[in-house]
């Protein structure tokens, strides 16, 4: 069948199409430009690409079937001569710090349900090899692989004192809200430079959690500059940001390496199963040729004993 020289569609009607019928030839680039709304979307991912994806998954079993993604049947009369399909869709690509290839094309999750079954020392189901599920995270880096601390040398300006404008982040410039609470908050000598602050009021500056202060007409709770900015920011999921939100965050961070998982994002009990001496973030990182060459290997290769 995959001998076919040409894709053929027959009466197309997903979305704005209006019963389109074509020949697209196989084995070459293909590229559909068109005016925005022309239908280039609902032909080429909404009607191809959702067609064989579907027909993808039914060859798989119904247990195999409940990990995937599912796909209803395209508006179409017919399409003909599809093979198996990796779709890149339009959806932003580094948008999200959770996306990687592996997960954009399935074979993240096949390798999950592989290592879940034949793995040692055997860690659980599938969802024990996500970094998107609390049984299988990093818990250092929550699944990120990297761990994202404030810049303090960004964010203070140390010889300014808190009226001259000591703190560089745009929310807490002299005036605002932000910077009443801690020049209102009575903690601080406000017209004092930083570098001149005792220990213990840089303390409360930075990490003054549990202090309460009187602050407007009812007591509120003090935080410190890196708690208040930890929540503000960092524990935000970094997609969800707005553009300006995610600018302001880069700038005043450093983001690392996450030392646990060694950005692998997985636990411990992820990371130390095995399938012949590989773990799935390893086999994450093949080229997808490497990976096949692997999964040849060892299937044909049978090691471990019944
Ligand atoms: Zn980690």
Redesign the pocket.
């Known amino acids: 069948m995959s001998a076919q020289p040409f894709i053929e569609v027959h009466g197309a009607r997903e979305n704005n199409l209006k019963n389109i019928s074509l020949h697209i030839p196989k084995q070459k680039s293909r590229s559909s430009p068109g005016v925005s709304g022309s239908g280039k979307s609902s032909l080429v991912f909404d009607t191809i690409a959702a067609e064989a994806q579907r027909q993808l998954n039914e060859t798989f079993t119904a247990f195999v079937q409940g990990f995937l993604p599912h796909y209803g049947q395209p508006d179409v009369d017919s399409i003909e001569n599809l093979n198996s399909p990796i779709i890149i869709d339009q959806k932003r690509v580094g948008g999200g710090s959770r996306s990687t290839v592996g997960t954009y094309t399935d074979i993240a999750a096949l390798l999950r349900l592989l290592f879940s079954r034949i793995g040692e020392p055997h860690v659980g189901p599938g969802f024990a090899f996500s970094f998107n599920t609390p049984q299988g995270m ?1 818990p ?2 929550e ?3 990297k ?1 994202v601390q404030l810049d303090m040398d960004k964010f203070l300006d140390r010889s300014k004192s808190l009226n001259a404008g000591a703190i560089q982040h745009p929310e807490f410039k002299v005036g605002k809200w932000l910077w009443k609470n801690y020049t209102l908050a009575g903690l601080f000598d406000n017209d004092k430079p930083i570098n001149q602050y005792t220990a213990d009021e840089l303390h409360a500056l930075l990490y003054g959690a549990d202090l309460k202060v009187p602050f407007g007409e009812f007591n509120t709770t003090y935080e410190g500059l890196i708690e208040r900015f930890t929540r503000m920011y960092i524990k935000k999921d970094a997609a969800a940001m707005s553009d300006r939100n995610r600018a302001i965050f880069e700038a005043f961070t450093n983001s690392q390496t ?1 030392p ?2 060694q ?3 997985l636990n411990q009990a992820a990371l130390n199963c095995r399938i012949r001496g590989r773990n799935i973030a390893a086999l994450s990182d093949l080229e997808a040729t490497d990976l096949l060459v692997f999964c040849k290997g060892w299937m044909t290769t049978p090691s471990r004993p019944a």
Do not use: F, Y
């Open positions: 990093c250092e880096c699944g990120i692989g761990t996450c646990l998982c950005g692998a994002r």
